[in-house]
Structure formats: C-alpha cells, structure tokens
C-alpha cells in the first residue's frame, strides 16, 4: 500500500529555502521580502524550476493578501496621526500624484502602451509600509518627527492603494466614464463596509471580546472569522478581497485590544506572505522577468531620485526641518511590495503581461537592495549632504513621548505601588493584558497600552528603557529574566519564590517584592501572641 | 477556495461565542462547524443553487492532515521530563500496564468482533493513551504548584505519548508494503540524532540572535520539510513529524518557536478539525455503539485502571483519583495516526473515531470539577500511603501545620519542645518536613480525612499560610477548640503597609 502525499515536498523546499534566504537577508539588512522573491525564483522557471502548481501553496498565497492588509489596517492608528494629520495629509496627496503622474510619463515615454502605462503607475508605488515601518521600529524612530510623517504618509498611501487594488479586481473598464463610475462604486461600497465593521467591532468588543480574551485562541478565531467575514462581504458586493481585509483590520486597529491583536495575526500573516511573495517568483520565467531589465533600470533612475526630491521638497513645503526633511525623504525611496500585489493582480485579470509584471519585480528587488542601507544610514547620509543641503538650521526636536515610570500589569499589589509611584513619578504608563483592569485603568484616567509585555512590540511601544523605572507585576519568573537582562533602566519586580528573587537581585533587579517575607512577619507575630 | 474555509471560521466564531459561558471545549465546535457548513452546502448544491466542491479534495486530506501533524508537532516540541521527580518511575510503570492492558483489552474485542487488523490496531489505540490537550492548562498550574497528581498527571501524559508515537511509528512502518524493517531503524535513527542536533541549533539561535520572522520560518520549514521529506524517501509522515519536533524540546530556541507558530497552529488546527467535520458521516448503529464503548471505556473504565495501578503503588486513594481524572480523553495522536492510516480503513471507521474523540474532549473538560465534588462526598474516606507519612501513635495538644511553604517552615523555630505535625499535599515539602524531623502526611488540606487524620479536634493550633479564601474558609470553619493562625483577608493591610514602606525606600535610594 502506497500512501498519498500528505505534505507537499514542494511546500517544503519552498519554505526551507525562504527560511536559509530571509536568514541571509536578516544578516546583510534586506528586508525579508526580497529574501521569499528570490525564494521564487530559484525554485521556480527562471531557477532551477523544482516547485511547480500545489493547490496548498495556491490556497496559502491566496490568503496572504487579504491578512497582509488586514494587518496593515490594525495597525493604523489614527490617534498618533491626529496633530500632524493636516500636514501629513497634504504631503501624501501630493506625493500620490506627483509620483503617479511621473511614472505614468517614464512608462509611455519607455514605449508601454498608454493603458499599460496607467496601470504600470498605479502600481509604481514609492514606499513600502511594512519594510520601512519595521526599519524605522527596530531604530526607534517611529516617534520622531520625520517618523511619524513617513508613516502617516504611508497610511494614506494605504489607503490609496486599497483604491487600487479594488479597481484592479475589477478587471476590463470600457473608457473613461467606466473608470469614474467604478471609482464612485468601489468608493461607495467601500465607504459602506467601513461604516459597519466600524459599528460592527464596537459591538463586538463590549459583547464578545471582553468575555473571550482570557482565551487566546478563541479571541484569536473571533478575529480571524471577523476577517474572513468582511472578506466574504467585500467579494459578494464585487469589491476585492483585499478592500475586506484592510476595513476588517482598520476597524479592530482603532479598539484598545488591537497591539495585542496585531502580535497574534503578525506570525501568521508573515508565514502567509512568505508563500505569496515565494509564488510572484515562481510565475515569471527568466524571459519575463529579463524583458524589460533596461527600461526598469531608466524607470528606477528617474522615479526614485524624484520619489527622494518631490518628497523632500513637500515635507519642507509644510515648514518641517532641513534634516526632518530629508530623513523623511530618504525613507521612502523604495518601491513597495504592493507594487508587485497590485502588478499580479492585474495580470491575473489581463492588464497587463507576465512581462511587465517582471518589470515591477526588477524595480522591486533593485530598489529594495539599496534603499534599505538608505533607512539603516539615514542620519550618517544627513550628516554628509548637511553642508550642501543645509540653508537655515532648525533643530528638529524629536517628539517621541517617553515615560517616567512603566507598570506592567495591575496586579493585586496594585493599591501598594500605585500610590508610591504617583507620589515619585509624573508620567506613569500601565501595560495590561486583563480586559477588565484595561477598562478600570481607562475609567480612572490612567496611560495604558492594551498588550502582553512578553511581545516585544509591546515593550518597543512604552519605551521601556527610556523610563526612570520599569515594575513588573505580572510575577512571571521567565518574563522578569527577560527583562532584568533587556533594560538598561530600574527594574523592579515581584515574586513569591524566594530563589526566584535571589536570581533576580543577581542578574540586576533594583528591588524585588517578596509578599512571602511580610507575611511571614505577620504570622510569626500571630503565633507570639499565642505563645504567650 | 475561500469561501468553504472563511464560512466555517465565521460559523465556529458564532458557536465559540454562543457557548462561552458554558465552557465548551473549541474543539468540538471545529468539528461542529465543519458538519453544519458541509451539511448546508450539500442541501443548497442538491437544490441547484450552488455548483462544484466546497473545498478542493486533495486539499482537504492536506488540511487535516497538516493541522493534525502541526499539533502533534508542536505537542513534541513541549515534551520536558524532569527525571529527578519521585514520580517519574511510578509514573511510567502506570503508563506502561494501563497502556499495554487498555489496548490488549479494546483491540482484542474489536478482533473478537470481527473488525479487521488495521481497524483494531485503530481502536486499540483510541482506548490506549490519553490526551495532553484538555488538561494541559490546568495541569501545569497544578504540577507548578508542586500537587502530586499534577506531576503525576504530568508525567503519564508524556509517557503516553512517548509510547503512542513509537507504537503508531512501529505499527504503520510494519504494517505498509512500502515501508519495511530497516526503515524504522532508520526512523529510529533519525530520532536519535534530532535529539543531539537540538543543542546544536539552539546554541547557534543564542549566537546569531534571530528574529521573530526567522524563528518562526524555521519552525515552520523545519517541520514542513522534515515531514514531507520523510514521506518522500518512504519513512512515513510520522516519522518527520517526530524528528522535527524533537528538534526543538527542551531549548530556549523550541520556547521561542512555540511562540512564534502558537498563532499560526491555532489556525491550522480549526482549519483541519473544520475539515474533519465535513468528511465524516454518520457511523451505522454498530459502530455507534463502538464509538459509545470506546468513550465508556476511555472516560471510566481506563481511569479506573489507573486509579488501580496508582493505589498498588502506594499513592492514596485521593491523588490516584484525581491523577485518574487527567486521563480520560482520546489522544490527538490517535485522530493523527488515523489520518496517516486512511486508506486502510473505511470513512465510517474513522467517524467513529471523531465522535468518540470529541465526545471524550467534552466529558474531560466538565470531569474535572465534576471528579472532585464526587470523590469528596462519596469516596472522602480513605487510608493514607504509609511510606509518606510519620505520625506518633497518638496526637493530642500538638500544633498542625498546613502547607509546609516558606513562611511556615520558618515557624517551627518559635516551636522548639512542641509536638508538630505538617500536612502538605507536595511530595517535595513532605520530604523537608521529614529532613527537618517533624511529623508529617502527605495529604490535600482541602479533604476531611486529612484533618482527621491529624486529629484536629485535639490540637493546641493550627497554622496555615494558606492564601486560597475557600480553604482559609474550610480551616475557619473546622471544629475544635484549636487557636486559628491563618492569613486573613483582613491582614493584607498590614501586608501592603510593609510592602510599601519597602518599595519606597527601594525606589528613592538611587
């Protein structure tokens, strides 16, 4: 008896490739991205063509749009943006149609017909949220000025590009007034769905979320179907399963649960991507990927040096620093990897070819290689170009909001460190992954970020180690470890384990609360009275 | 393709949110949703409204297959022996003789009924060994607290699926022509060499320092390929299963990667159990009554032979019980054996095996409160093991300690000259008590009989550091003229106070 195959062995060529690849990438700064289109491309027609059609592998890159922009959509959140929004909002827009209408000139001018060339500028897109977003995190400078503008940029860039995707879906338009009245459908019915996934989530966070978040799966399945449902909804009403996606996710991304939401999908929607991206590599052969390598290269020269100076000139524009400026600018000279989701997604409806799909490729994975050193430089590149650039100094004063004392958890003890730290301390910040203690925190007034601190995005959010002190409350022995050896700053934690606080104390901690040794006081005081 | 699969994660939704104030296990509901959704699809594409298949069919077998492989996989990776616990060999020689009788006991009938080799190997199997999955929270939260059913309870699951692996390993390679003896020793090898390669890749995590995405990517790949790899070269999915998750046991890398994928295996196991709920049908009445046998057997009969060999082995009845109590589920590594061995048995056979899987995941979720009110007011008089327990012949005007923790084995200084009994339901503070000369048993401070047994009515005091309000409560309320030491609700305050003055003085000292 000759059992089935179970396991594609092409599924897992695939991933163990992208694994040693995003490894590599990891190591020499590139994002991961490009790490799963080569992935695609060695293993597929233009490589050594050893993974071919799998419906696995099909179904998996099926679903990764949707979570990618499902993912992209909680992490919107539109409270960071609302000081500079008005600023932000005319930097994007102007952006937007300035790049648009370059790439729109560079494609027709390299010989692309003129629907191909429309198309090929909707999808020359400058500025890939999730690469520059993670960059910026992992150099916490997502709160400094040019930080934020980047990805307030990048949100309503987003949201253009959800614009996008939607009339891609759509396939064949028959002229102009077509376009327009898809525009108003897609718009209106997009307006429709985001309207009742909005009401839809506060509804469902009083009714539901609260009572299942003590179980992380079941939270986790609740927002899962909450994506699926929206992704049915947006396909039945002819809109793209993408459009779904983002409005599913925008609208969790404005509740307190959503940092905790976002650590829950990431994992995921990272393992979803990886097969997306894998299998854009594995439709192209050498010929279309090659095809159009010379007007790629000419396209690249013209729009990212515009993408830098048109941004540059934008941000100053709206009365940002010389160095703010340029930082911004130097952010987002890279082509986004919805270039490539919008590309195949016109190709699978015929508007353009496999060709120029490779063309968005090329200008993807050249992009990526060096504007990646771009972010990672971008102060030592300012330093250089400062005398040149520089007309009237303005110091740009980061604004990133730090601190002074972090709490995570609000434990049973929290009636002891409270009050003492209110009393020390000006500006607390709590971390609670109880519902409930979120609600109290939020009715009392108190900062608070809804999330688990073992996720290290959580701890990235409250900047742990900028604060006077860091308190841990949580009494777990492998998370205070974690931190003890993380922060750079006071830690003070709380166990009941005495050799836990022994090592504690060992490894750094300033202080350890032992509720054990006071209540030890208070029973052998108990037992003297007796005695006597 | 989507919609089948989105349709069933939002119908599951409903149900998980429907029953939350019940408590019902998610599993069951997986499988639920899987049977309404393929049920309403049927009856719509009968009438005409819709066309094609819900899911594709290869896609399907992979769906369930994967999901099911991914939980077994990332049950492997959370295996931790701790061979130094006094439970340990007692443990395995229980696992051992209820496994090898439970399984003689099910397949021998199943034979005698005329059900043929591979159906009885499946059956035997669903009756042999129990399941990590019900009880794992509430099992690690006991054994942390150093209960000796929980460890007890710890341990047998391992051994359990130690053991169920290698038989189902053994049985499929012996059993398909495909594969032959030298391929299990082959299996065997690569076992033993993913055990010694997990150092190896865990210390070359701590050097390179890897980020989350590539954690996960290699767990995921690791296991994907390992398992396709194995089928590949004739060695069964099993086997790769096996080797990739021992890769990852007992490593700070395996804690990381469990992480890392706890998300993405969350939604691979409803997608595969969704998928099982729409393969399979309802078993004729004979295999109805099989199934109905089956969860008989594993929710009473199996227990009860471990209660048994428990009892033999000198543990009280108590702890046997509630040891018993945490073994009486289907294992998920029948549902994956099963899946592997498809093609030999018949879709009723294997519906059979869901439903009693499933059934039993129920009955073991609502067992647990359920056990304990049972044994207290029916079974709460008991002998205590001899060998754990040192007790003068008699026990008057003496001073009971109850829960021998840090802050009452400080005590016993202030109690020079007086008669001390400690009672301690943990077999590791037993044996400091015992180290320190006291008299001890090892008994719960929650049943009647222990205090019985330590003669409270006659005792001078009773200490306890308990935090727990029902049994600081249970100790208030016990009849004696004995002083009460307890930790009260009211004493917090005073606790907080000196907690304060502490941290104070911590946080102003720079």
């Not at chain 1, 994975?365 to 040149?388: E, H, S, V």
């Not at chain 1, 922060?487 to 609360?513: N, P, W």
């Not at chain 2, 549902?335 to 879709?347: A, F, R, Y």
């Amino acid at each position: 008896m000759v059992f089935s195959s179970l396991v594609p062995i092409e599924l897992g060529l695939l991933l163990f490739t992208a694994f040693i690849l995003a490894l590599v990438a990891s190591k020499t700064g590139q994002p991961t991205i490009m790490a799963y289109i080569v992935t695609g491309l060695i293993l597929g027609p233009v490589g050594f063509n050893l993974v071919g059609d799998s419906e696995l592998i099909d179904f998996i890159g099926e679903l990764g749009l949707p979570l990618l922009l499902f993912l992209v959509g909680l992490e919107m959140k539109f409270d960071a943006f609302r000081s500079i929004f008005s600023q932000v909002g005319k930097i994007a827009m102007g952006q937007i149609i300035s790049q648009q209408s370059l790439a729109f000139l560079v494609a027709y001018s390299l010989g692309f017909g003129l629907l191909e060339s429309f198309i090929l500028s909707l999808c020359t897109i400058f500025g890939a949220t999730p690469i520059v977003v993670k960059m910026l995190t992992d150099k916490k400078e997502t709160s400094t000025t040019a930080g934020r503008i980047d990805i307030g940029t990048l949100i309503i860039q987003d949201i253009f590009l959800v614009v996008v995707l939607a009339f891609l879906a759509v396939g064949s338009v028959s002229g102009p007034g077509d376009v327009l009245t898809t525009l108003v459908r897609i718009i209106g019915l997009s307006a429709l769905i985001a309207i009742l996934s909005y009401f839809g989530a506060k509804i469902i966070e009083k009714e539901i979320l609260g009572d299942l978040s003590g179980n992380k799966h079941a939270f986790f399945i609740q927002t899962v179907a909450w994506l699926f449902f929206f992704v049915l909804l947006s396909d039945y009403l002819g809109l793209s399963k993408e459009i779904g996606g983002f409005l599913a996710g925008l609208s969790l991304g404005q509740l307190p649960y959503s940092i905790e939401l976002t650590e829950k999908v990431r994992p995921l929607t990272n393992f979803f991507i990886a097969i997306f991206f894998a299998g854009i590599g594995l439709t192209l052969d050498a010929n279309q990927l090659f095809i159009y390598w010379k007007e790629a290269l000419i396209a690249i020269a013209i729009l990212s040096s515009s993408a830098f100076l048109v941004l540059y000139g934008l941000i100053k524009w709206q009365g940002f620093s010389t160095e703010t400026s340029f930082k911004g600018a130097i952010n987002l000279t890279m082509v986004s990897e919805f270039s490539l989701v919008a590309g195949a997604l016109a190709m699978q409806n015929g508007l353009i070819t496999a060709g120029m799909l490779g063309y968005l490729t090329l200008m993807k994975l050249i992009t990526n290689g060096y504007a990646t050193y771009l972010i990672q430089y971008n102060d030592k590149i300012y330093q250089k170009f400062k005398k040149i650039i520089k007309q009237n100094e303005d110091a740009d004063e980061a604004e990133k909001h730090d601190f002074d004392a972090v709490i995570l958890g609000n434990s049973r003890l929290d009636e002891v460190i409270r009050p003492i730290v209110d009393s020390i301390y000006e500006d607390v910040v709590f971390v609670e992954y109880d519902p409930h203690e979120m609600r109290k925190l939020e009715s009392e007034g108190e900062n608070f970020v809804f999330g688990d601190p073992r996720h290290p995005h959580i701890r990235e959010e409250v900047s742990m180690n900028s604060a006077n002190v860091v308190i841990s409350l949580e009494e777990d022995f492998d998370l205070d470890l974690l931190l003890v050896e993380e922060l750079e700053t006071k830690f003070v934690a709380v166990t009941e384990d005495r050799s836990e606080a022994e090592m504690l104390k060992d490894k750094g901690a300033h202080h350890v609360i032992i509720e054990d040794y006071a209540k030890e006081e208070i029973l052998k005081e108990k037992l003297e009275e007796v005695l006597k | 393709m989507i919609l089948g699969i989105a349709t069933a994660f939002i119908v599951s939704a409903v149900l998980i949110a429907v029953t939350r104030k019940l408590d019902v296990p998610e599993i069951p509901l997986y499988i639920l949703s899987g049977i309404l959704v393929s049920f309403v699809y049927n009856y719509f594409d009968a009438e005409g409204f819709l066309g094609g298949e819900l899911y594709g069919e290869g896609l399907l077998e992979q769906f369930v297959f994967v999901g099911m492989a991914f939980l077994v996989f990332f049950s492997i990776t959370k295996f931790v022996i701790d061979n130094g616990r006094e439970t340990a060999l007692d443990s395995f020689k229980a696992s051992i003789w209820v496994t090898l009788i439970s399984f003689t006991l099910v397949a021998g009938l199943a034979g005698y009924m005329e059900y043929g080799l591979v159906e009885s190997f499946v059956f035997g199997f669903a009756g042999a060994f129990g399941s990590s999955l019900v009880n794992v929270g509430l099992v690690r939260e006991e054994a942390r607290e150093n209960h000796i059913y929980g460890w007890l309870i710890e341990d047998i699951n391992f051994y359990q699926d130690l053991l169920a692996l290698l038989l189902a390993l053994a049985f499929i390679n012996f059993y398909t022509g495909s594969t032959n003896f030298y391929s299990l020793f082959i299996a065997l090898g690569l076992i033993l060499i993913a055990l010694a390669l997990r150092k190896i890749l865990n210390t070359l995590f701590k050097r390179y320092d890897f980020e989350e995405e590539i954690i996960m990517l290699l767990g995921i790949s690791t296991f994907v390929f390992i398992t396709a790899l194995s089928e590949t070269l004739g060695l069964t999915a099993l086997t790769g299963v096996l080797v990739s998750g021992l890769l990852f046991i007992n490593t700070e890398l395996g804690f990381e990667v469990r992480e890392r994928l706890s998300s993405i295996k969350d939604f691979f196991i409803a997608l595969a159990f969704f998928s099982i709920g729409t393969i399979i049908k309802i078993p004729s009445n004979q295999l109805l009554l099989v199934a109905t046998a089956l969860v008989i057997f594993v929710t009473i009969i199996r227990p009860l032979l471990l209660l048994t060999f428990l009892s033999v082995q000198g543990y009280d009845l108590r702890t046997s019980y509630l040891a018993a109590l945490g073994n009486n589920e289907i294992s998920e590594i029948t549902v994956l054996t099963t899946i592997i061995l498809l093609p030999l048995i018949t879709n009723e056979i294997f519906s059979t095996i869901i439903l009693a899987f499933a059934t039993s995941i129920i009955i073991a979720n609502f067992s647990e409160n359920i056990g304990k009110q049972i044994f207290e007011s029916k079974l709460s008089d008991y002998e205590f093991d001899p060998e754990k327990q040192s007790r003068p012949s008699e026990l008057t005007n003496h001073y009971i300690i109850a829960g021998f923790d840090d802050k009452t084995q400080q005590i016993t200084n202030q109690l020079e000259n007086e008669t001390i009994i400690v009672i301690d339901y943990s077999l590791e503070r037993i044996k400091e008590a015992e180290k320190q000369q006291l008299y001890h048993v090892l008994g719960d401070i929650n049943s009647k009989q222990t205090w019985n047994h330590v003669n409270f009515k006659e005792a001078k005091a009773i200490i306890s550091a308990a935090s727990n309000p029902q049994t600081i409560q249970k100790i208030k309320k016990l009849d004696t003229k004995a002083k009460k030491i307890l930790l009260e609700e009211k004493d917090q305050d005073k606790v907080n106070k000196r907690l304060a003055e502490k941290l104070k003085q911590a946080l102003k000292n720079e």
